[in-house]
């Protein structure tokens, strides 16, 4: 794990304000997550994340591809979606104070930015209200998308 260094801080920002998660927030706040956000590399085929686990690190993947999966005792389990560069996960934890909804594995090698849940909650309340608002909009029409192509 590396924390992200100042010559890095410029990349990191235009990062943050590609990630829809993340529109609306302000310079300070986008200055305050680019500072806490750590770089971290995975092999292919590694659990980043385990279904059911706590929460505890949002992820953004800056390269490779992992793969979102999900099951229940009654389904074996099914991808629910493939996720790339740009992309977010490990949020729904970490706002809704649930277990993982789904696992993600890597497909190939990958490069994430990552953030811990003390730090991301502790900047998180500095979000303007349109900003929060729009993050959990973000969380619901996931979750939504996600019990929807269960049931298929």
Known sequence: ???????????????????????????NEQHLLARKLREVHYLADEIVIEQGDVGDQLYIVLTGKVDVSIKNKDVPRVSIA????????????????IPRTARITTLEPCTFL?????????????????????????????????HHRYEL
């Not at 235009?14 to 529109?23: Q, T």
């Open 1 to 27: 794990m590396d924390l992200l260094d100042n010559s890095d801080l410029a990349d990191t920002l235009r990062i943050i304000n590609n990630v829809d998660i993340f529109s609306g927030i302000g310079l």
């Open 82 to 97: 493939t996720l790339g560069p740009g992309d977010v996960f490990g949020e729904i934890a970490i706002l809704r104070s």
């Open 114 to 146: 990552t953030i811990n849940a003390q730090d991301f909650l502790s900047i998180y309340q500095y979000f303007p209200k349109q900003a929060r608002d729009n993050m959990q909009l973000f969380i619901a029409k996931r979750l939504q998308n996600k």
